[in-house]
């Protein structure tokens, strides 16, 4: 199974539940994951910025099989560049694309919080 988080809200506690569900996702022994994807937007893009409280976390699940993919299009409306985003980030052009192209590929869609 494929899934695929999306997170567009800055807020701590719901950045803090991305964190949760993309751990938490694979202590559940009653789902086989193939793959796992967060994708941020809008004031979610603060979650995988440089200075992230999460950047512990976030270098360790990507190295676990998540991967975190960045909205350029959000990234450019914030004003920031590759630069400002954790080097364990990927991009895509836009948000709606990359959940799109996602869910197409067999990816379960779900909404954090």
Not at 15 to 26: H, K, S, T
Not at 88 to 103: C, D, F, K, Y
Request: one cysteine or more; glycine letters at 6%.
């Amino acid at each position: 199974m494929k899934t695929v988080f999306h997170v567009a809200d800055g807020a701590t506690d719901v950045q803090d539940a991305a964190i949760r569900y993309a751990n938490g996702i694979f202590d559940d022994e009653s789902v086989e994951m193939d793959a796992v994807a967060v994708v941020v937007n809008a004031s979610g893009i603060e979650l995988v910025q440089s200075n992230s409280e999460y950047a512990d976390e976030i270098a360790e699940l990507s190295e676990d099989a998540v991967q975190f993919v960045a909205c350029r299009k959000s990234m450019e409306a914030a004003g920031l560049t590759d630069d400002d985003i954790l080097e364990a980030v990927e991009t895509a052009p836009t948000s709606v694309g990359e959940l799109t192209q996602r869910q197409e590929e067999g990816y379960q869609y779900i909404k954090v919080p």
